[in-house]
């Protein structure tokens, strides 16, 4: 007894102990192909056998000789036995419960391929197998006879393929343990550094193994993250399906009752009609059926006549005596043979063969002009009532661009939306603005194409088949504002405030501003500290700064449609006091340069003659006032001078008189520049007043220090750092710096200038 691994495994059927007692010498390759051919050779006569039972069976059933089938089997059987006689005893495997020769040599050749040992096994009829049960008992006990010989002389073949199979096992764990260390991007496994040097991926391209394998973490990684947003992708749609779905499924409930509220007149109505059509047409059926019937049986009374007659006609012809076939009889004085009167008698009558009716119904017209009425009367989808629409949702909107939303509080059947909107205008003909209408499947749109901070106004209708509900009431929309325009030139700064001003771009107001900061920390990094300040109503801010920093400022409008984009920035030094010359102040004869910080005179006229002036010009004296900024603190600028020039400056209050002189009142306090036929005299005046004071080397540069917290204005001669004048005054307002021209000549001003440290005294 042999246990079942053996016959399970893949390499018994290789085993073949007769041929081996004579080969102990040849080698384990040849023993494997010489199996190999030997299978081949039984599994090609079991196919022949399985031809020829076969063909048996086909004949067999076809001309029903199922007595002759018990020799047929046992011709197969004998010729398979001739088959298996030309191999040893060792290739044959017993079939199990089957026991017929036919089914041991099935049995001996599935040892290659046991699909085919199944199918075979199931060839043989059931009726051949109970005929030829005691034969295949016999021929089960001398087959295990055969193997259990065959069997013990081949358990030392076993033994020695057994050990030889560990071998190569062995070696090729050993080489297992030899670990890859780099990674073949050309075949993309990884291998032996080894085999790039020696070996078939000698012309590779290789990598490190670790290095390859961060790569592949990485291309895994974004993979994934591809992944997650297809998944959150198709989340999202999904949900949107369920949405939809759920749509579906009211629509389809309204619908559903709508048509059966609406369809029942229209179903009852055609159900009347249809019983009375289906009620004429079966009396129609019915008449045609009677009149068909009666000349039915009028046929069948004209053919029992005819056969009557063929009948005797018959049998007249079968008569021998020829006196009483030729018999007459007289009827009215005329003879005739009795049959042939009779015959003739039935042949005078006329046969109707005509149908008595047609088969065809005649033709119905199916008036349904009443269902149509009804029909027409009635609308399956009632026309949708009208939408509400929503206010405006703030900062949704831009420049160019609104969202509007609506909504539909029933459960009317909606097909689309008509969406009408038209700019609103304070003019009286306001009424003429062009209407623009958008056809809308959902219950929101955007508009684009729009005009900044403009009021929109909005209404909306439903559209189904049977019509346009009401318009919603109408709605105000507004669009964002466009991005103010910062005035460069009016800024004002110091060394710890900044005032910066601008422009509204559009017609209509905005609801307020926001300024952003951005703090330049390192100008190579570029380095950004942003900050806002919101809310602001006017269009201009006072901000708070830190001294010797660079600032980059923008600002935004914002209304109840959104925040406009961001302006053109503008930088700001706080690395002194950045003032502008106040045009509107300027005297008539007085010209300001391109630059913004030159005045010029060229004119020798009087300073009284009739020239254009402003409400806040200057009208005798040749001046002009700055626009500093209202911060207390320090502040520091210089005027440069030519040596010939005779000029003013110094600061003044800004309701300072026009019509008067700079420093000959009281709201203004300046240095006056006069040449002499003897000197050049300068004068420091407030109210009118001088002191005497007498100065050697004429100024070239004049440096002005406005001190707000210890009240003071002094003046310097900037190019040799010498103190000249200062006034001590508490200024009850901000002051404003003012210069003026005396003769013709040329004042150039100096802003954004560092205070100098010999400017503390």
Known sequence: ??????????????????????????????????????????????????????????????????????????????????????????????????????????????????????????????????????????????????????????????????????????????EEEEAADVFCSTCKIPIRAFDKLFGEHKDHEVAQLPSAVENEKEEIHKNMCKLEEQIAQMENVASHLEEIFITVEENFGRQEENFEVHYNDAVQVLAQKYEEQLEALGEEKRQKLEALYEQLVSCGKHLDTCKELTDETQELFLENDK???????????????????????????EVDLELSTLPDFEERIIDVSEVEQLMNSINAIPAPCAPVINPQAPSVATGTSLRVCWGLFSDDTVECYQLCYKPVSNE???????EHTLKVKETYCTITDLLPNTQYEFWVSALNASGISPPSER???????????????????????????????????????????????????????????????????LIHLQPTQKYRICVRAQNLGGTSERSEPVLIHTTGTCFYLNEDTAHPLLAILDDGFTISCDELENPECDLPVYDNSF?????????????????????????????????????????????????????????TPSRHKYEFLHSGMTPDIRITVPPRRIGILLDYENCRLSFFNADIAQHLHTFNSHFQHYVHPCFALETPGILRIHTGITTPPWTAL
């Not at 009286?428 to 062009?434: F, L, T, V």
Request: glycine share 6%; hydrophobic share 30%.
């Open 1 to 174: 007894f042999y246990h079942m691994d053996l016959y399970g495994s893949k390499e018994r059927f290789d085993i073949f102990p007769e041929e081996l007692s004579g080969r102990g010498d040849r080698s384990l390759g040849d023993m494997r192909r010489e199996s190999a051919l030997s299978s081949e050779k039984v599994q090609r006569p079991q196919e022949v056998g399985y031809d020829l039972e076969k063909e048996v069976a086909e004949l067999a059933k076809m001309y029903g000789l199922d007595e002759d089938r018990e020799k047929e089997l046992e011709l197969l059987g004998g010729h398979l036995e001739k088959v298996e006689s030309r191999w040893p005893p060792a290739h044959t495997e017993k079939a199990g419960s089957q026991g017929s020769i036919y089914n041991t040599s099935k049995s001996s050749s599935s040892v290659k391929d046991p699909s085919k040992r199944t199918k075979q096994q199931e060839l043989p009829d059931e009726a051949s197998q109970g005929e030829n049960q005691s034969k295949a008992r016999a021929d089960d006990e001398a087959e295990s006879n055969i193997w259990s010989r065959g069997g013990l002389s081949s358990g030392s073949m076993s033994d020695e393929w057994n050990s030889q199979a560990v071998s190569e096992e062995e070696e090729e764990e050993e």
């Open 323 to 349: 006196a009483e076939f030729m018999k007459v009889k007289s009827f009215n004085y005329i003879i005739f043979f009795p049959y042939n009167y009779r015959l003739e008698e039935f042949l005078k009558k």
């Open 428 to 434: 009286r003909h306001s009424d003429g603005q062009a």
């Open 475 to 541: 709605a105000v929309y507004v669009t964002a504002p466009s991005p103010p325009t910062i005035k460069n030139k009016k800024i004002q700064s110091c060394e710890n405030a900044a005032l910066v001003c601008w422009e509204p771009r559009d017609i209509n107001p905005v609801d307020s501003y926001t300024v952003e900061l951005s703090k330049l920390t390192d100008e190579e990094n570029d380095d950004i500290i942003t900050e806002s300040i919101v809310g602001i109503p006017n269009c201009e801010v």
């Open 619 to 675: 009208t005798r004296c040749i001046a002009i006032l700055g626009s500093l900024i209202p911060f207390p603190g320090k502040h520091y600028w210089e005027v440069e001078v030519e040596e010939d020039t005779e000029y003013r400056a110094g600061v003044a209050f800004e309701n300072t008189p026009r019509h008067g002189h700079l420093g000959a009142n009281n709201s203004s306090w300046c240095m006056r520049h006069i040449i």
